[in-house]
């Protein structure tokens, strides 16, 4: 059985900070979580930031300079610190592999009043 679980979010005010975590409760052999995805209102789930097979760490533009990905392999970790939120990032975010094949969880809830 594969289960994702994010945790974290919350309501901030604009150019606040909280840091998403992710547990990953997996039946080896599979992908682990090294990704984190975002879906805001009415639009696609996106990708906002992953960890690279060798380490180094991918970020859309709409994030890059405020949020940083960071993973724990050996726990099935990954954990998304975001600092400078605008408006705009309110969205549920969700964990999983990249591509997203893992069952997705049921995402976490960030809102940003400005």
């Known amino acids: 059985q594969v289960q994702l679980v994010e945790s974290g979010g919350g309501s901030v005010q604009a150019g606040g900070s909280l840091e998403l975590s992710c547990v990953g409760y997996?039946?080896?052999?599979?992908?682990?979580?090294e990704a984190w995805y975002r879906q805001a209102a009415g639009k696609e789930r996106i990708l906002v930031a992953r960890v690279r097979s060798a380490g180094t760490k991918w970020y859309a533009d709409s994030v890059k300079g405020r949020f940083t990905i960071s993973r724990d392999s050996a726990k099935n970790t990954v954990s998304l610190q975001m600092s400078g939120l605008k408006s705009e990032d309110t969205a549920v975010y969700y964990c999983?592999?990249?591509?997203?094949?893992?069952?997705w969880g049921q995402g976490t809830q960030v809102t940003v009043s400005s």
């Open positions: 999983n592999s990249y591509p997203g094949i893992l069952p």
């Open positions: 997996l039946d080896a052999p599979t992908p682990y979580p």
